[in-house]
Every structure is written in C-alpha cells, then in structure tokens.
C-alpha cells in the first residue's frame, strides 16, 4: 500500500507482505524478517533507529517507506484510576481513540477498527459520528504499538471494542489481530485478544468456520428483540433470535466461549425483570457475561445506579457461568468510546462560533 506521497506503508503488512516488499525493491530476503523484528518486536518508531539495517537500506527506506501511521491529538489520564485514553489523527486527518486500562495486573488497550461507525447504536457516542471509512490493519496495530511506547508497558490484553464495528472491517481487523499475536513480533496470545461485535451475523459464523482462536465478544445490551431494536437498530437486520443461534454456532464450532458485553443502562435494560429475561436467554450458550456501568455521554442515558447493579448481579447469581462487572475506568477522561473525539469536536465547534460571533 503507497500513501499520498507515493511511500510504502509498512505497518500492517505480515511476514509474508514484507517478503514481497523487499523483493519488489531488490533487497536480500532476510530483511523483510528484519523489518518485522523492529516494527513489531522492537517498536521502534523510526527507520533511522533499524540499526541492523545498512545505512544505506536505512536511507533507501526512508525516502520510499513510512513506518509511522498515527500523529497524538489529544491525551488524557485519569486523576483516579491508572487509565489513560488517546485521540490519534491518521494520515488523511481522520480520528480514532484508544484506551490503555489497568485492572488485577492486566495491562489492556482498547483499539478502535473504524472512523466513526454506522451502526447508530442509541446510546454511543461514535455511532454519532456515522461511517467514515475503515482503518487499515497498519493502523489498527500501530494504535497498540503507539501506546505501548507511551506507557513503556508492554500489554497483556487487547480488546477491539473502540470506535467501529470491527466485523464490518473483518478482514484488516484479523490482519491486526494476526500481527499482535505473531511469536515474533508484539507476541499477545489470541486468546488474550477480543473482537467484540454488536452483532454481524455472517461474520460470526465466518469467525466460528474459519477456526479463529481470538476471543469472541457480542454486546448484547437488551434481553427483548424490541428494546434490542430501539437500542441497536442492526438489530433490524440481524435480529435477536438469530444472533443467539449465531453465538450457539460459534461456541459449538469452536469449543470456546462467547463473552456477552452488556452495557447497564439506567431504567432502560437494569430491572430485575432485565436480569431474569437475560438469564434465560443465556442460559443454553456456553458464555460468560460481563456487565459495563455506562460512562454517561450527553445522549439521554445514565449509569445505572450502584444499588441497582447489586441487584442485576444477585438476579444473575445462579447463572451456571461467570457474571463479571467490568468496574468503568476513565469516567473522567471520557472513556466510552467516542466520546473524547465527540466532545473535542464540540468544542472545536464552539470555538469557530465564537471566533464567527466576534
Ligand atoms: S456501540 Fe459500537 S457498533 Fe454501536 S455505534 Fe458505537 S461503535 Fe458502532
């Protein structure tokens, strides 16, 4: 892939994309392991620090090769929680979030696989954006590689759970996936990577035929077709009961669990009547539930309350599989994703109306 200035992007391309490149160029073969090893192993962000590299290579890839894919907009961390959240533009200005999370010694960073999402889910604040384009695996490895520099801490998890629908950029997004767990390079197992889906279904079954090892998440957030449809108007297409046999498929072909992400929405989807209607909806699928508080965005929804969380999770107690609550972090650097772009936009906004205003 060339960028506007005619470079090739390296980023993102596998072991085998790199064999091609460096053969196309006239290089001896042994490089395309050697450009791996310090984009994806050493992570270095500069051709100039590839020191095994004949400075004359060195220089060669640096006129016709680019390595760097995201420029930071905007950083927060959080006063209260090791939590830190980072708003990247991409080579053509587009923007996308990622999150870096500590929790019970997992080191996680949440990657966004779209610009904007066309998905419209009621409640996020990306689906306010609508589509923009997808992201390039470059750009979606280069989002863990950046902020693991950043932190100087290597990741142990990584959840595709930022801005986007990742299977609606399926291919890339297991390109990424693919090089964040190669032995030889960032080295995360598959199964500590998550790609949570707000329900594609043929994508689901594609995941679940072509064997994939990565973890599997579906954000179900409804435990009726109608309040489905009223929060996450894919539903529309793929409609509940299908999406359930969907996740039976998958936890069959592949011998694993399906994470099921439901996002606690106040007086909308956290009654007790919410918990029961969950529970036997779930209760034929090996799965796991994790419950997210919501991270309130200016949308009409709230968190649910700390009380009523306790009583969705003791409705939930005879559940015959783990029900964990994922505790938010990064209530104060706007986490949910979306959010930091959205309101980083507001305020450009307000600023330009102010400065028409004067
Ligand atoms: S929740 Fe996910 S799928 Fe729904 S609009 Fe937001 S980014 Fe898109």
Redesign the pocket.
């Known amino acids: 892939m060339a960028n506007s200035a005619s470079k090739t992007l390296l980023k993102g391309l596998s072991l085998s994309q790199l064999e091609d490149f460096v053969q196309r160029q006239g290089m001896q073969p042994y490089r395309a392991r050697q450009l791996f090893h310090w984009m994806y192993r050493k992570n270095v962000p500069l051709i100039a620090e590839m020191t095994t590299l004949k400075k004359s290579v060195r220089e060669f890839l640096e006129t016709h090769a680019e390595i760097n894919l995201l420029r930071l907009s905007h950083a927060i961390t959080s006063e209260y929680e090791p939590a830190q959240k980072f708003l990247f533009e991409l080579p053509d200005a587009e923007r996308v979030e990622s999150v870096y999370m500590e929790a019970d010694n997992r080191r996680t960073i949440c990657v966004s696989s ?1 610009a904007g ?5 009621d ?5 306010l954006m609508g589509q923009i384009r997808n992201l390039t695996p470059g750009e979606i490895v280069d989002q863990v590689l950046w902020v693991e520099r950043h932190t100087k801490k290597e990741a142990t998890n990584v959840v595709m ?5 990742p299977f609606l950029n399926y291919d890339a997004v297991i390109q990424a996936a693919e090089l964040m767990s190669h032995p030889d390079g960032i080295a995360i197992s598959k199964r500590k990577i998550t790609i ?3 329900g594609i279904i043929p994508a689901i079954l594609r995941f679940a035929d072509e064997g994939q090892r990565f973890k599997l998440a579906i ?1 179900l957030n409804a435990t009726t077709a109608e309040d489905r449809r009223r929060l ?1 108007p ?1 539903t529309k297409k793929f409609t509940l009961a299908k999406l359930l046999d969907a996740a039976r498929y998958y936890t069959e072909r592949s011998g694993q669990r399906v994470t099921f992400e439901y996002v606690l929405l106040r007086h909308v989807n956290d009654s007790l009547l919410d918990a029961k209607r969950l529970r036997r909806l779930l209760a034929n699928i090996p799965c796991k539930i994790n419950l997210i508080p919501y991270n309130a965005v200016d949308l009409g929804y709230e968190s649910s309350t700390e009380e009523r969380i306790q009583q969705f999770v003791s409705e939930l107690a005879t559940f015959p599989a783990p029900v964990t609550v994922r505790r938010s972090q990064g209530r104060d650097i706007q986490a949910a ?2 959010q930091l772009f959205v309101q980083r936009a507001d305020q450009k906004a307000r600023r330009r109306s102010r400065a028409l205003s004067m």
């Open positions: 779209q999402c066309a998905l419209k889910c409640f996020c604040a990306t689906g759970m930022g801005m986007g629908e949570s889906t707000s954000s996450m894919i994703c979306g």
